[in-house]
């Protein structure tokens, strides 16, 4: 491998990380975004804790919503986006490592899968736990 090669190919990997990063940072970016925003529920998350019972917060109490199939799946997102909010920071490093693997398997002309694939189940795995407290629920 002569100087040159080298050169690309860190230039090459610093821009894969730069992306995988990005891709990243605005996934989880917009998850915050939309569960403080009150995940679809018609209230911020401010106003979600008015009347929990909390010192110096009314005692009002929420009307507990009539279950559709449309609210069971609002419910479901909001589950399923709450998890992603919080728990892809923690999975960074590991699809980060999992990307750079990747980038030596392609270089070796070995079979790999896309680092998308890899996050997708993850973030499917979290569907599932989503689905199960949508039951709860």
Known sequence: MTASDVTVLESVLRRDRLLVTAALVGVIAIAWIWVLLGAGLGMSAGGMTRGSGMPGMTD????P????????????????????????????PMLLLFARVNRTERA???????????????LAAWGGFSALATGLQ
């Open 60 to 63: 009002m109490m929420m009307a």
């Open 108 to 122: 070796r002309e070995r079979p790999f899968v896309p680092t998308g694939i890899f996050g997708a189940g993850y």
């Open 65 to 92: 919503a009539v279950w559709t199939p449309g609210y069971a799946l609002l419910m479901f997102a909001m589950w399923w986006v709450m998890m992603a909010a919080k728990m892809l920071p923690s999975a960074a």
